[in-house]
């Protein structure tokens, strides 16, 4: 690669990515090929238990365009994205997928509304038809509920893939949180952004590491990193529930000294005890949310480690207090 700073990086994080890499690799050299600027590829294998470092390394020794970083682990995709955003050198980031299901020949209207000025280009599926009802529907729910409480609003159906100026890179790099949720962090910064609209495709090859678990744990991570209102709900529900004990006491007082005592029921008082116990077990949890957070960000653990970057020393390690390897 040449020693001058290329205009594009693209970021791609992998994760047992062996089967759709190559494929990648050639649609978007192309791509970047016809194109004016200088690039760079930037392959992030996250500790991947297939032959995906194998194999993206072997495309590095016939593509000096591609650099290859391997991190000591499966940190997860979050941090293999923080990591390629903080070693890219381009003037303009894209992150995308191995999966090919975000097309690379989008690129072209990315660098167009760039050259346009603005400073963040998202991609947007114009629809979800390739999805199923559940996914449509909780990723409906998601949006409504994360816009609802958050101090920022996410775009709908909009994902990782998107260009972002060097501007928005410095910008994201001031934030030192490592529990990091990078849909809301881009969101956080701002600036002058434009919309694309494409329609997604089928994954080319094989299988998504996503489930429905670790996407019900992704979408609690965007809730209690841009939101305390979780928190607060359980205050107005708190003050709700004490409030409708203090009018059924009150009652009870009245009623009793009107028409004397009655016998208490035993099915009446088990059930009322067993919706507050679990009303106040289920509030605890949600403290116990950002509690953990909390413990994990005191900690100041690095949010990634490189054992092998293909340009920069081995054993990188990424931390709070470090400043960001360029």
């Not at 299901?101 to 629809?127: C, M, N, S, T």
């Not at 991570?221 to 359980?234: E, K, M, N, V, Y």
């Amino acid at each position: 690669m040449t020693t001058n700073s290329p205009t594009i990086s693209i970021i791609c994080p992998c994760y047992n990515e062996e089967q759709v890499v190559s494929l990648f690799m050639e649609r978007i050299t192309t791509v970047l090929q016809q194109t004016e600027y200088d690039y760079e590829v930037i392959l992030i294998n996250d500790g991947s238990k297939d032959n995906t470092l194998s194999v993206i390394k072997q495309l590095q020794q016939q593509d000096a365009h591609i650099r290859v970083v391997n991190l000591s682990r499966n940190f997860g995709k979050e941090a293999a994205l923080t990591a390629g955003i903080d070693l890219a050198r381009g003037e303009v980031l894209i992150p995308i997928d191995a999966d090919l299901q975000d097309p690379p020949e989008l690129i072209h209207d990315f660098l167009e509304k760039w050259r346009e000025g603005y400073d963040v280009v998202v991609a947007k599926r114009a629809d979800r038809s390739t999805d199923s009802w559940a996914k449509k529907f909780s990723a409906e729910m998601f949006y409504k509920f994360h816009n609802a409480v958050a101090q920022v609003d996410i775009p709908e159906n909009v994902g990782d893939f998107r260009l972002i100026n060097r501007r928005v890179v410095n910008a994201i790099q001031l934030l030192p949180e490592n529990q990091r949720f990078m849909k809301g962090i881009f969101s956080w910064v701002g600036f002058k952004t434009a919309v694309v609209e494409y329609k997604r495709e089928a994954r080319e090859a094989g299988e998504t590491s996503f489930n429905g678990w670790k996407l019900w744990n992704f979408a609690l991570d965007g809730i209690t990193s841009f939101s305390t209102a979780p928190l607060r709900i359980w205050l107005y529900i708190g003050s709700f529930i004490s409030a409708l004990a203090f009018i059924y006491g009150s009652f009870t007082v009245v009623k009793t000294l009107i028409y004397g005592i009655d016998a208490p029921g035993y099915a009446s008082t088990i059930t009322i005890m067993l919706f507050l116990g679990g009303v106040q077990l289920i509030g605890i949890g949600v403290m116990g949310e950002y509690i953990g957070r909390l413990y994990m960000e005191s900690k100041r653990r690095p949010t990634y480690i490189i054992e092998e970057d293909s340009i920069s020393s081995p054993s990188i390690v990424k931390s709070q207090d470090d400043s960001p390897s360029q």
